[in-house]
């Protein structure tokens, strides 16, 4: 069993940032698992957030956070980090991160889920 805790998040506001991560562990979490966040706000669905390759080689992101965050991973750490710059109100949300085998936007191909951590942003 793989294991994912995120840990990060806070209450800031608007134009500030934050930086989550994502811890995995587990005896199994020896694959080249995908690595991806996804946050829900109250009364909305799970939305994709960004994904980043075992390699972290290739990296794909949701339009609504391009070029405000960034995602990296240390491999040697099994950790993934969530750089979020100019935050705004609308990022608002509980952000999970999930381990899948396949590099993918959709939430259902991911295996393995954190427990989420709650980001935010006030005007």
């Known amino acids: 069993q793989v294991q994912l805790v995120e840990s990060g998040g806070g209450l800031v506001q608007a134009g500030d940032s934050l930086r989550l991560s994502c811890a995995a562990s587990g005896r199994t979490f020896s694959g080249r698992y995908a690595m991806a966040w996804f946050r829900q706000a109250p009364g909305k669905e799970r939305e994709f957030v960004v994904v980043?390759?075992?390699?972290?080689?290739?990296?794909s992101y949701a339009d609504s956070v391009k070029g405000r965050f960034t995602i990296s991973r240390d491999n040697a750490k099994n950790t993934v980090f969530l750089q979020m710059n100019s935050l705004k109100p609308e990022d608002t949300a509980v952000y999970y991160c999930?381990?899948?085998?396949?590099?993918?936007?959709?939430?259902?191909?991911?295996?393995?889920w954190g427990q989420g951590t709650q980001v935010t942003v006030s005007s």
């Open positions: 980043i390759s075992w390699s972290g080689g290739i990296t």
């Open positions: 999930a381990a899948g085998q396949r590099y993918t936007t959709t939430p259902g191909a991911y295996i393995y």
